[in-house]
């Protein structure tokens, strides 16, 4: 689902008066109703938020933008997420909860933490396409979690690197300004490098009952927001076989004319064709890399009647045609069992 909350604004609007320019207009080419501007209970979508936090780095020149917003906003997390972290009984505690409920804050953002012997990984990744193309979005992000951790250690903490997938934007000194440690570039991964028993140390705010009942929260709220998001996604799951997957179909099989299923889902911040496409990347990187089915196979599965329909979107998806996604991230059964014909 392509959406986020309206606080991934907050400040944004108070940035770029100082340099001059006007929130309105900036959002207005994205149809963004300046209402969902820091409200956390409106939604828009994530993909536009990408597009208007490029667009506006490049329109006032400062090509530290998404540093600079992450930097007024803190962590940018509040209400029952932010309680959520905040009384964990450590900092790994904290970030595993909010990985856990990251999706009511925005379903479009993926967080996630690797322990190893010498060191902890927490990396970075969101659902669209060639993020090396959006690195305001994924700058603030990064930068966010290093914020993230000095929150629930009440004091500042430094990585000890961070890991980018695009090209510098702006003077290593800005990044080791906002970062505080060295910052590589052209990297496999976007990730921040932090000692293994920075998760051990405990949140300064830690608070048992509360956590508790903040998780109790969390847990039926996300039950409840994603039941009309699992709903359409089981009946997509049911027609992507027969070719026959789209919003007319679906909405049939809700009993609902076209336009009232789409308002709906608009109204969770959803938009179905997004939504679709997400659905079929992430079932296509799970069958190439988890599955012997061939590449015409998976594309009849998604519901493509042509494998070079397929094979263009997943270019698209994952800058890479299927068999070099197989090659790179598939098993040992995946890559074995490749068809001939692939």
Same mark, same amino acid.
Not at 26 to 32: E, G, I
Not at 45 to 56: C, H, K, N, P, V
Not at 73 to 99: F, N, R
Not at 175 to 185: D, E, H, I, P, T
């Given at each position: 689902?392509?959406?986020? *909350?309206?606080?991934? +604004? ?17 959002? @207005? ?13 409106? =939604? ?16 006032? *020149? ?8 992450? @930097? ?51 990396? +970075? ?14 700058? =603030?992000?990064?930068?966010?979690? =290093? ?40 990297? #496999? ?15 300064? &705010? ?21 039941? !009309?998001?699992? =709903? ?16 007319? &179909?679906?909405?049939? $099989? ?8 789409? *308002? *709906? !889902? ?9 939504? /679709? ?11 190439? %890399?988890?599955?012997?089915? $061939? ?9 493509? %009647?042509?494998? @070079?329909? +397929?094979?263009?979107?997943? /270019?698209?998806? +994952?800058?890479?045609?299927? /068999?070099? !996604?197989?090659? /790179? ?12 014909? #692939?």
């Amino acid at each position: 689902m392509d959406s986020i *909350r309206g606080t991934a +604004f907050l400040q944004f609007g108070e940035l770029l008066s100082e340099e001059g320019a006007s929130l309105r207009e900036h959002l @207005a080419p994205h149809r963004v109703d300046p209402e969902v501007v820091g409200n956390f209970d409106r =939604k828009l979508s994530y993909r536009s938020l990408a597009q208007i936090f490029e667009g506006s780095a490049h329109a006032v *020149r400062m090509p530290e933008l998404g540093m600079e917003l992450a @930097a007024r906003q803190g962590s940018s997390l509040l209400g029952p997420l932010q309680h959520l972290a905040h009384s964990a009984p450590t900092v790994g505690d904290g970030l595993v909860s909010v990985l856990r409920y990251m999706h009511i804050y925005s379903p479009s953002i993926h967080y996630r933490l690797e322990r190893r012997p010498n060191r902890a990984l927490l990396y +970075f990744d969101n659902v669209l396409p060639r993020t090396e193309e959006i690195p305001q979005i994924v700058e =603030k992000s990064v930068l966010q979690g =290093k914020l993230l951790i000095s929150e629930l250690l009440g004091a500042s903490f430094r990585p000890r690197t961070v890991l980018l997938r695009h090209q510098p934007q702006a003077a290593p000194e800005v990044y080791r300004r906002y970062f505080g440690c060295q910052v590589l570039f052209g990297q #496999d991964h976007n990730a921040l490098s932090l000692p293994p028993e920075t998760l051990l140390r405990s949140c300064v &705010q830690h608070d048992p009952a509360l956590h508790a009942i903040t998780r109790f929260y969390l847990e039926a709220s996300s039950k409840a927001e994603n039941d !009309l998001q699992a =709903k359409v996604e089981q009946h997509i799951q049911a027609l992507l076989p027969r070719s026959r997957c789209n919003l007319q &179909q679906v909405a049939r $099989s809700f009993g609902l004319h076209p336009r009232t299923l789409q *308002r *709906r !889902l608009a109204g969770d911040g959803i938009d179905f064709e997004g939504y /679709l496409e997400q659905i079929r990347r992430r079932q296509a990187e799970q069958m190439l %890399c988890n599955t012997s089915l $061939s590449v015409s196979q998976i594309a009849r599965e998604l519901g493509y %009647c042509h494998t @070079a329909s +397929f094979c263009r979107a997943h /270019l698209r998806w +994952f800058d890479m045609p299927p /068999l070099e !996604l197989r090659r /790179l991230r598939g098993n040992a059964v995946s890559r074995a069992a490749a068809a001939p014909e #692939d």
